[in-house]
């Protein structure tokens, strides 16, 4: 698989707020800001940006071996496609639910 040329769904989302010193003049943090944009986006601007993010997600998994990585070096046998979600969606939502349980 390779690259897309361009990802407009997530440049019509993120370019205006996270430009080059956007640090510099925006008090909110990424996650305020983020929130604060999903919130503004029209139904098929949501889909286009999760169009790109399904995109990215399908260039990494074509990239790293999933079954080596995570059955031969870490002894997980569950696939999680099976359930609808790829090895770099299921990483993902490990992550954000150990996060969430550190609050």
Known sequence: MQIKQNYNGLRNMLAGSFYQCWSEFDERNPDKIVDDIISGLKPQDIEDALADIHSILLYIEDRVNFVEILGEKAGCEYDPQYDGLSNVEWIIE??????LSKR
């Open 94 to 99: 490990l992550k954000r639910k150990l996060l």
